[in-house]
């Protein structure tokens, strides 16, 4: 009978990774096999089983008790994310990510790379890589008019917007999954993967750096957009110092992530209020003008759909943990792979293929390490940063395809073997690092 559960798994994973050729939103297969799968579980009667921390074995538990308690971790996430994508929206929506442009002030072709990477590799660090994509190649549009110098511009900013969000708890969905886990803690996550993942970055592009295409100045002169908002600055740093403030918080607290990010949404909010003299009018019988908040703005903005997709294939895989699977397969594989160094690789390079947030999903539930043990950050580097071998291997790579027309076999010949070296260059770092550093 639980072969049906991962049967539907399979499924609806399936529709997942081909949403682009049935052309139906990924949501709609994440969402229909989250409620398959746990209705499944309910009318059949499974066995329902928690992982005990201190025996590492599956003991017993109830029905209802488990899902609440699943769909509490869950939750937690979805709330982070809403957060941030809400925060990211009001700087946005101050044009605070013009100030941005005041870095990039060469027309060196080669240059302009390591400006590019470089920004795109500390912002994804902070405002989460897809957003720092979307910004970034937005900012290119201004400055490189041609089309095939601006599609390869584009792919390294992929690559460098994985590698900074591996090293953050905030920089991607799976580093953040981690970290609301109690997987790993922000400083060790950083002590551990800064490094790897400044070298998966270097590797690429100065490899690309001597490529003919990178050879010369721009012809096209850079434009100066002076246009942005006087409060633009402002809103730009309060916003990002008020997502970083949220691992400071949850260290001295020791409360979880998503009431930090509340508490800065919330100041950040009142900040954007007041600078934009919002005023709360009582309505009477006459009509008056409509004023927008910008935090009303702001939120009608968020990626409620991706919220939705989290939702779904969270609590799908929640299934699958709560009748053992996971933990069986954990065992399987111990017993049958002698080095998990092996199994996380092979967990990167599928992330190239297959969305890493299931894939680290199922590594939550399949293992049972420590805090902070090793293995928890070679995972949170090899699925953030194996996305970028493939174009459609991370959200950062399907937005960069979408907005600048890149084609998956264009990047496959040209971008994969760039972020291919730079994945494994970074992997043999960690596991030095590994071994004469931190053991």
């Given at each position: 009978?639980?072969?049906i559960?991962i049967l539907?798994f399979i499924?609806?994973y399936?529709?997942?990774?081909?949403?682009?050729?049935?052309?139906?939103?990924?949501l709609?297969?994440?969402l229909?096999?989250?409620v398959f799968?746990?209705?499944?579980?309910?009318?059949?009667?499974?066995?329902?089983?928690?992982?005990?921390?201190?025996?590492?074995?599956?003991v017993?538990?109830?029905?209802?008790?488990?899902?609440?308690?699943h769909?509490?971790?869950?939750t937690e996430?979805?709330?982070?994310l809403?957060g941030?994508?809400?925060?990211?929206?009001?700087?946005?929506?101050f044009?605070?990510?013009s100030?941005?442009?005041?870095?990039?002030?060469?027309?060196?072709?080669?240059?302009?790379?390591?400006?590019?990477?470089?920004?795109?590799?500390?912002?994804?660090?902070v405002?989460?890589?897809?957003?720092?994509?979307?910004?970034?190649i937005?900012?290119?549009r201004?400055?490189?008019?041609s089309?095939?110098?601006?599609?390869?511009?584009?792919?390294?900013?992929v690559?460098?917007?994985?590698?900074?969000?591996a090293?953050?708890?905030i920089?991607?969905?799976?580093?953040?999954m981690l970290?609301?886990?109690?997987?790993?803690?922000?400083a060790?996550?950083?002590e551990?993967?800064?490094l790897?993942?400044i070298i998966s970055?270097l590797?690429?592009?100065?490899?690309?750096?001597?490529?003919?295409?990178?050879?010369g100045?721009l012809?096209d002169?850079?434009?100066?957009?002076?246009?942005?908002?006087?409060?633009?600055?402002?809103?730009?740093?309060?916003?990002?110092?008020?997502?970083?403030?949220?691992?400071?918080?949850?260290?001295?607290t020791?409360?979880?992530?998503y009431?930090?990010m509340?508490l800065?949404?919330?100041v950040?909010a009142?900040?954007?209020?007041?600078?934009s003299?919002?005023k709360?009018?009582?309505t009477?019988?006459e009509?008056?003008?409509?004023?927008?908040s910008p935090?009303?703005?702001s939120?009608?903005?968020?990626?409620?759909?991706?919220?939705?997709?989290f939702?779904?294939i969270?609590?799908a895989?929640?299934a699958?943990?709560?009748?053992?699977?996971?933990?069986?397969?954990s065992e399987?594989?111990?017993?049958?792979?002698?080095?998990?160094?092996?199994v996380?690789?092979?967990?990167?390079v599928s992330?190239s293929?297959?969305?890493?947030?299931?894939?680290?999903?199922?590594?939550?539930?399949m293992?049972?390490?420590?805090?902070?043990d090793?293995?928890?950050?070679?995972?949170?580097?090899s699925?953030?940063?194996?996305?970028s071998?493939?174009?459609?291997?991370?959200?950062a790579?399907?937005v960069a395809?979408?907005?600048?027309k890149i084609?998956?076999?264009?990047?496959f010949k040209n971008?994969?073997?760039?972020?291919?070296?730079?994945?494994?260059a970074?992997?043999?770092?960690?596991?030095?690092?590994?071994?004469?550093?931190?053991?």
């Amino acid at each position: 009978m639980e072969n049906i559960l991962i049967l539907i798994f399979i499924l609806g994973y399936l529709a997942i990774t081909l949403e682009h050729s049935l052309k139906i939103d990924k949501l709609i297969p994440a969402l229909s096999m989250m409620v398959f799968m746990w209705a499944v579980i309910s009318l059949g009667h499974f066995n329902i089983y928690k992982v005990d921390e201190v025996l590492k074995a599956l003991v017993p538990a109830e029905f209802n008790e488990m899902l609440l308690h699943h769909f509490g971790k869950t939750t937690e996430i979805l709330i982070f994310l809403i957060g941030a994508m809400t925060i990211v929206e009001i700087i946005d929506h101050f044009d605070g990510f013009s100030a941005i442009k005041g870095f990039v002030k060469t027309k060196s072709k080669r240059k302009l790379i390591w400006v590019f990477c470089s920004i795109g590799f500390f912002l994804s660090a902070v405002i989460d890589n897809l957003t720092a994509t979307i910004i970034l190649i937005s900012i290119l549009r201004k400055i490189v008019k041609s089309n095939e110098l601006r599609i390869w511009y584009a792919s390294l900013i992929v690559i460098a917007a994985n590698a900074g969000g591996a090293w953050s708890p905030i920089g991607d969905v799976t580093t953040t999954m981690l970290w609301i886990a109690n997987k790993v803690t922000a400083a060790k996550l950083i002590e551990h993967l800064l490094l790897p993942s400044i070298i998966s970055l270097l590797v690429p592009i100065i490899i690309a750096s001597f490529l003919p295409i990178f050879k010369g100045n721009l012809e096209d002169s850079i434009v100066d957009d002076n246009g942005s908002s006087k409060h633009s600055k402002l809103m730009f740093y309060l916003g990002l110092g008020g997502i970083v403030f949220v691992p400071i918080f949850k260290t001295i607290t020791h409360l979880p992530p998503y009431l930090g990010m509340m508490l800065s949404l919330a100041v950040i909010a009142a900040v954007a209020e007041i600078i934009s003299r919002y005023k709360i009018e009582l309505t009477t019988l006459e009509e008056h003008p409509i004023h927008i908040s910008p935090v009303h703005k702001s939120l009608s903005r968020i990626e409620l759909p991706s919220v939705l997709f989290f939702l779904g294939i969270l609590m799908a895989v929640a299934a699958l943990e709560s009748v053992g699977k996971l933990f069986m397969f954990s065992e399987w594989l111990s017993t049958t792979v002698p080095n998990m160094d092996i199994v996380v690789l092979i967990l990167g390079v599928s992330s190239s293929v297959i969305d890493n947030v299931p894939l680290v999903a199922a590594s939550i539930g399949m293992f049972q390490h420590e805090l902070d043990d090793m293995l928890w950050h070679f995972i949170a580097f090899s699925a953030g940063t194996g996305g970028s071998m493939l174009i459609i291997g991370s959200a950062a790579g399907v937005v960069a395809m979408g907005m600048e027309k890149i084609n998956f076999f264009w990047y496959f010949k040209n971008i994969t073997w760039l972020a291919a070296a730079g994945f494994l260059a970074g992997a043999i770092t960690f596991i030095l690092m590994r071994i004469f550093i931190f053991i």
